[in-house]
């Protein structure tokens, strides 16, 4: 039995990825605010557990209900796609308030980081191997004015990928920890990028151009990337890909 588990898979990249999963029959462990009820529709292929992944009190929980699942099975394989992401705030740093800056900050970089740490120790004391991969984003490697949260989050996941990774090549336990950058994709992050103002996104013009040009990728299609790679044997551990290589 092989089981993944993705977060923010109501919409979007998240529930591509889930779909695809389960199209070669593994088992997906769901987790977010609100329930897909297309997911839902796949039967004992699709386990949906309901969560706020800002509250960074309940993760441990929530990942110890997820382990009740996973590991009472004959499990061979865990997959971990780390999805769910916001970009707002959107706005210049000094506008930011603290509140909205530490909910950003708990969702991008301390969810992510705290559920691989979780499954990386739960994996190895079981002996099976993880997979996972970090959604990251080009904002990672440039700044971008209006950005400073989204930017900087994305920037820390990346260094805590390669930190990971490292550990586990040390330790030789076969475990891999990737990230994955998907270019611009047609969801509801760029609907709510769009309807930024000028003065808190500067770039916000050319974002309305991907849209008006068609420039948006389809999540299915970057799912299949995302989906491809984990599958591949010879995942690099500890690597940034991105879907320009690809498509």
Not at 16 to 24: E, R
Not at 48 to 77: G, M
Not at 183 to 207: C, H, L, N, P, Y
Request: proline content about 2%.
């Amino acid at each position: 039995m092989k089981y993944a588990i993705v977060t923010g898979v109501s919409k979007g990249l998240g529930e591509s990825i889930a779909k695809l999963f389960m199209d070669l029959n593994i088992h997906v462990i769901g987790l977010s605010r609100s329930v897909n009820k297309q997911l839902e529709n796949h039967g004992d292929l699709f386990t949906h557990i309901s969560c706020d992944l800002a509250n960074v009190d309940t993760l441990d929980s929530v990942c110890d209900e997820i382990s009740d699942i996973i590991f009472s099975e004959e499990t061979t394989t865990i997959y971990l796609v780390n999805n769910a992401a916001t970009v707002e705030p959107i706005d210049q740093s000094m506008h930011i308030k603290t509140a909205d800056l530490t909910k950003h900050v708990k969702l991008n970089t301390i969810a992510p980081m705290a559920i691989t740490n979780y499954f990386l120790q739960k994996t190895t004391e079981k002996g099976l191997q993880l997979i996972s991969v970090a959604i990251t984003s080009g904002a990672a490697e440039k700044p971008s004015y209006g950005w400073s949260a989204y930017c900087s989050t994305k920037a820390s996941l990346n260094m805590y990928i390669k930190t990971a990774a490292l550990e586990q090549e040390e330790l030789a336990t076969g475990h891999k920890v990737i990230a994955f950058s998907p270019g611009i994709m047609d969801t509801d992050m760029q609907e709510k990028i769009r309807s930024s103002s000028e003065d808190a996104f500067a770039d916000v013009e050319q974002f309305k151009g991907f849209k008006d040009q068609n420039l948006l990728k389809d999540t299915d299609l970057v799912g299949g990337v995302v989906v491809d790679i984990l599958m591949d044997d010879d995942v690099e551990n500890g690597k940034i890909y991105h879907v320009r290589n690809y498509i």
